[in-house]
């Protein structure tokens, strides 16, 4: 019976609990009798003994309530009798023990630990119950979701049938009308390339036939110019000459706009110097400004390199527009072109050009609109100083691709500074400009000029070729100073003057110093001036050795200082024969001994041609076509020094003349293409037959003169 007994078997009310536990406690603490006395005073117990008297429960009640702790025994001294609290079962548990000392005997602690593990056994059953009654709530629950589940997983099922029939649907429509469209768009694309084709050769047609016809207006215009003429004469010719030149502008400018326009604007990268550029550029401005007091100045950075990599032609062509528009809108004061060195890396270098002037400057709210296509700051601005209003637009796109920017600060009245950065790639030509010269380093310079900007640029440029100035911007203090160093023993070598100055003109003080008792009476001056007027002669009669248009680049005035030093020892007087040294004179004996071979076929531009460098002292021989000229030069390849070759020409263009003399060995004569045609890869078809350079017609006498500078007797 015993062995079959559980002590964990279910119990259906707290009375069955009470039995329950006698029962378990009679096998756990057999000495022992135990009884249960419920809140009903109902007594249960585990034996036949009798129940402690009322006097004992009373006082071991009482003895519970005060301790207040479950499974914890206590008893009275004066009697045998313990008790424990069963507050689950809503009971006292009274229990005595056949020992003495029923409170401290061992099976006291046996039944409080009894009834601590029925409790807990109690507990557990409650708990499985809850367990069982949450388990069967979650599986009711689970079922119902389960069969929603399939309910949503079948009409997912359908929706997705639906889906992809309506994807089949949508791709077999889709895939036809792919296929529609792009029969449409490739008979789209080969009219478009159809027509970019004929556009190109309108455009280049066009471009050719225009420029062919300009170059005689303009160029014998030009020459008609330097023949003698009455005053009407003149007048008529030189409107001939801005008009023509205004068209050949206006073409240039939409034939650009329109490369732009159609992303067909490239670059090339060709090695050149971008002071000589910036030169130029200053060269060409400065007859627009002519009769204007406004002074020219170019200032170069000292870190800029004798060479870069990169587009010299559209380089030059923002520095020229810029710098042109900045003479537009400029009436006195200053243009200044200043070019400096912002970035550099072991690849590339970035240029930074600010054009500064002292105009009439810019609305602040119109900086930005201005370098909209077809938009200047003001309406009327187009009637008052003309244009397309292309220019800025075309120079924004061309620094952009360049890697650079173009924008510009203003403030209205004051005048504008514009800037433009280039990003260009590092020349593989290792040449660093020389600055000093044996013959000028220690020499002393007095500079005579009121204007600031002018000084600091030329006292910047001596004092790196190791020359030591003196700068005035007052020309009363002249004498003064001169007499003042004649007197502590360091005269000056030369003095640089400006011929337009406020108080007294340099042509006045050149007369004063060498009718004066000054010992240093007889150096040579060096005028410097903005002027484009012919006053060479003028300055000579006075006593100038040598003159200079502002600005000249630093080769220039170094050489031309050099030649004028060389003869100061000399008396100079206002009756001397000796000739003027001048920026032409340095160059003057070699350009005589230089013979050109004229390769052309139109006899107009033969004329113009061979008028324009004959009059300038070149040797001029003149071939009909590509393949006279291949026999010509060959058969006495000696005899010439370059060669400026047409492209478009009977029996032989230039493109394959240049290939038949470069297969026949002539390598280092220079070949330079002189053609109508300046279209998009024009330049590079001339490069890749072997030409060294490319010209423009119609021919202006200054682009070609710098051309055969550069390639013939450049002064760097």
Known sequence: MAENFSIFDKVASYQQEINELLQMLSFSAPDCFCICIDQNEQQHTNGNAPPPPDTVIIQLQTLLQENNESFKAVGIKENEWCAIALPEMQSNLFFVSSSLDTLHSPSTKIISLSCKLFSSYQKTISGEKKLGILKRQFDRKFSVLEQKYQVILEENEKSYRIIQEQQENYSKTLQTEIKIQTKKLREAKSAAEAASVAKSQFLASMSHEIRTPMNGVIGFTEMLLSSKLDEEQRDSAETIKRSGEALLGLINDILDFSKVEAGQMSLEYIDFDPEITAHDVCDLVRPRVAGKPIEVLCRIDD?????????????????????????????????????????????????????????????????????????????????????????????????????????????????????????????????????????????????????????????????????????????????????????????????????????????????????????????????????????????????????????????????????????????ITSKSEKKLVTQYSVREEIKQSIRILLVEDNLVNQKLANMILTKAGYNVEIAGNGKIAVDVFSSNPEKFDIILMDVQMPEMDGYEATRQIRKLGFTDIPILAMTANAMKGDRELCLEAGMNDYITKPIKRDIVFDMLDKWLCSTN
Not at 376 to 399: F, H, N, P, V
Not at 450 to 464: E, G, P, V
Not at 522 to 530: E, K
């Open 303 to 571: 870190n800029l390199p004798a060479n870069v990599s990169g587009d010299p032609g559209r380089f030059r062509q923002v520095l020229i527009n810029l710098l042109g528009n900045s003479a537009k809108f400029t009436e006195k004061g200053e243009l200044e072109l200043t070019i400096n060195v912002e970035e550099e890396d072991e690849k590339s270098i970035t240029l930074h050009c600010l054009i500064r002037d002292t105009g009439i400057g810019i609305d602040p709210t119109k900086c930005e609109s201005i370098f909209e296509a077809f938009k200047q700051e003001d309406g009327t601005t187009t009637r008052r100083y003309g244009g397309t209003g292309l220019g800025l637009s075309i120079c924004r796109k061309i620094a952009n691709l360049m890697n650079g920017r173009v924008w510009v600060e203003s403030v209205q009245g004051e005048g504008s500074t514009f800037h433009f950065t280039a990003k260009m790639r590092k020349s593989t030509i290792s040449r660093a400009k020389t600055l000093k010269q044996l013959d000028l380093e220690g020499t002393r310079m007095l500079i005579v000029d009121d204007n600031a900007a002018n000084n600091d640029i030329l006292q910047h440029l001596l004092r790196n070729a190791g020359i030591i100035t003196t700068a005035l911007f007052d020309e009363t203090k002249a004498m003064e100073t001169l007499a003042a160093a004649d007197e502590c023993g360091e005269p000056f070598d030369l003095a640089i003057i400006d011929l337009q100055m406020p108080t007294i003109s340099g042509f006045e003080l050149a007369k004063m110093i060498r009718g004066s008792n000054l010992k240093s009476n007889n150096i040579p001056f060096l005028a410097y001036t903005s002027s484009t007027e012919k006053i060479a002669k003028k300055c000579k009669d006075v006593g100038f050795s040598a003159f200079l248009n502002k600005p000249a680049r630093r080769s220039i005035l170094l050489r031309t200082l050099s030649r004028t030093l060389g003869n100061g020892t000399e008396e």
